[in-house]
């Protein structure tokens, strides 16, 4: 085994790395590990030649959807990977289909066990495992199918609660209910599946990315805050819209449920990446989920920390999987920056009628000028981001995600889950530029 301070490409040698996801906007940051990599996704946002390393697109159609395993098994994919030598794979989730065919074509997938992660990212079962492990968490009731009546739930969890099913993600899955009404659509949604239903609780949302390798150790990034149903961004009032690094409060304590649930991850067989979410009431932490996987966040994560010198959590989720040992250890020193992502507001499909080519713009007057191809958000002034954007007349499904926004600028208020003036100058220019339509 090589020194865990050494370069990642001299652990790495001969092993070459693809990155399989939707589009480009959740990847750059892996490049900033210095390691031979090549990407195969859905929408290179117009970026397939100007990134610095191999792209294959391929556009989703009826024939071929977006998933990774979808992307896996076209035989474009397959070619483009054997004629760059590529040995081991990553990608955000992984399950038993894409685990097999993996297999089959000879290469190495560089995930958790998808069992162990599924089974903790269920929110129904991670509120089990949670109370098991002792972790503070908001009043909980979880059940399968038929809801309680509102009555029963508001006085046995408050007037306002949150309803999930045991799967979903950016606010899809999700309700927060106030009256009789919220309770009656969201019994009609959850029907006869899983759901857990919790207090609400008004604060702060944190999060942060772990890895946890074959002997147990933990190692911790940076805690940052969650952003979460912003107006401007998502349509979905508690859905995950961006990410802001860098916060003086942010909650150390977080780092201890990091460990915890690192612990409870390795004895469960689980070795990599996960991340951890919590909210911050009145002082009091109380975990929100963990997501056992490649997060949303980490590919930008891993750029700014690169770029302040610092280890980062996607480096060591390949070291993981390179059988390494990884230091037990929390980041001292915060990354500084901030995303943005922004959803369409339809429950339609839709395609955006322009958009933006993926590179770095700055903005003046309220007007975004692009700069060059620069890609890495660490490499932005003030008043400049990384913009992402989806390739124009492409369908996007109701309510998605069609451009990102990232910045070392606070594009976010600290006093509130908000947007800045500059974030929103952004988000306007972003919606007026990439008009959305049926």
């Keep these: 085994m090589s020194d865990p301070a050494s370069p990642l490409s001299e652990s790495l040698g001969d092993h070459r790395l693809a990155w399989i996801a939707p589009d480009l906007a959740r990847t750059r940051g892996w490049s900033a590990l210095g390691t031979p990599l090549v990407v195969v996704c859905a929408d290179a946002m117009g970026l397939a030649d100007g990134v610095g390393f191999p792209v294959l697109e391929i556009p989703p159609d009826t024939d071929t959807p977006s998933s990774a395993l979808a992307l896996l098994e076209h035989e474009e994919t397959v070619e483009f990977l054997r004629t760059h030598g590529v040995t081991h794979l990553l990608t955000f989730k992984a399950n038993k289909r894409l685990q097999e065919r993996a297999e089959a074509l000879g290469l190495a997938l560089m995930m958790g066990e998808p069992s162990v992660a ?47 099913t045991a799967r ?39 999060t942060l990315n772990a890895c946890v390798d074959r002997a147990g150790n933990v190692f911790v990034g940076p805690v940052f805050r969650q952003l979460t149903g912003i107006p401007d961004c998502t349509p979905h009032p508690l859905g995950a819209c961006g990410n802001a690094w860098g916060d003086a409060n942010a909650p150390e304590a977080l780092g201890d449920m990091a460990d915890t649930l690192g612990g409870a991850l390795h004895r469960a067989g ?18 929100i989920e963990v997501n056992p996987r490649v997060t949303s966040g980490l590919a930008m994560e891993a750029a700014l920390s690169r770029a302040g010198g610092l280890p980062s959590v996607a480096e060591a989720h390949v070291r993981s999987h390179l059988g390494e040992i990884i230091p037990s250890e929390r980041l001292a020193k915060s990354v500084a920056g901030s995303q943005l992502v922004l959803y369409t507001r339809s429950q339609e499909v839709t395609a955006l009628q322009s958009n933006l080519p993926g590179g770095r713009y700055r903005l003046e007057n309220g007007v975004c000028h692009r700069v060059d191809d620069c890609t890495d958000p660490s490499q932005t002034a003030a008043d400049e981001a990384i913009v992402w954007t989806r390739t124009a007349h492409r369908p996007i499904p109701p309510n998605a ?3 990102r926004i990232q910045s070392t600028a606070a594009l976010v208020r600290s006093d509130s889950n908000g947007l800045s003036d500059l974030g929103s100058q952004w988000v306007r220019v972003l919606r007026k530029g990439c008009p959305v339509r049926p």
């Design 118 to 164: 599924q089974r903790f990212e269920n929110k129904v079962q991670f509120a089990v495992i949670a109370r098991e492990l002792g972790l503070a968490a908001a009043r909980t009731r979880t059940g399968q199918g038929g809801l309680p009546s509102h009555a029963e739930l508001s006085e046995e969890l408050g007037p306002r609660y949150v309803l999930q």
């Design 168 to 206: 979903g993600h950016s606010g899809l899955g999700t309700w927060c209910v106030d009256n009789k009404d919220d309770h009656r659509g969201a019994a009609q949604a959850v029907a006869h599946r899983g759901w857990r239903a919790m207090a609400w609780l008004e604060g702060t949302t944190w």
């Design 270 to 287: 689980y070795i990599g990446a996960f991340g951890v979410d919590a909210i911050d009431c009145g002082g009091t932490l109380h975990v």
């Design 401 to 403: 995600e069609f451009g």
